[in-house]
């Protein structure tokens, strides 16, 4: 049974890395909804809910896991804030592709991970090792089967601990298993098949942008007057590949980032 595979990879973490927190991560799709409910269904203290506010994505996802997972226990936002419209109005969109994508993850979550992880949980102490929980599934890209690990330390913050609890998980029982427990879904990762938090423009396709913004039209004008300002000063726009040499610092490990990341795949 595919829950007693994830209960052997979370008895093997506890035992390798004894915890002094564990954190389950929402992004708002069906994966970390999923892996979320079975931490919780194998009884695991989660000490906190963290979700990654890019603040470019559609904002009711934001809205539901806040609604969704506050009530549950101690709840955070790992929250961009201005970092993604500064960085338009400074430079330009972040571009297309795998490299410009490496440079979006670092910008709007693996940095704001990273810095609520040492708010909330570490807070300068030592010796504090924390597993984060997370959705990621090996069969949901070529590439992941060929990357993903059960478990990987965060190369810049070796103490936090990402853990793909439902690593052995196929979407079919994933699914299943969601619907038997009741788990609630975000509408909006119902409509678009995906978490809708990630917007960035670096992995998504006109039509996929056009979907969401007919869908959710107000989120659609933000984007298309933040464009427009952004081609007033730079030239180009969303989705468009960044016109200059790019020498940029780019996150190779991205934990949190599904729905791009298979479609590099
Ligand atoms: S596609 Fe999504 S997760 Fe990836 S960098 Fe952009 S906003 Fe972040």
Redesign the pocket.
Known sequence: MLIDKSAAILRQAIDQFSPTHIVSMVSGGKDSAASDQVARELGVKIDMVMH?N?R??IPQTTEFVRDTYGKLGDYVEADAGTAYEDYVLRKGF?GKGIGA?GF??RV??ATPFRKAVSKFIRQRRRDVRILLINGARKDESENRKKNLQVWRSDPAAPNNIWLSLIYDWDQDSRDAYLESRRTPINPVSVQLCRSG????????TSGERAEAAALYPEWGKWLSELEAEAKRLHGFGWGDTFPRRDSRQSELF?P??K???ARAA
Request: hydrophobic share 35%; net charge negative; aromatic share 8%.
């Open positions: 990654g890019t470019c994505g972040f994508h979006a993850y709007l979550k938090e990630c917007m960035c423009g670096t992995m998504q991205a949190m980032c729905d791009c990341m």
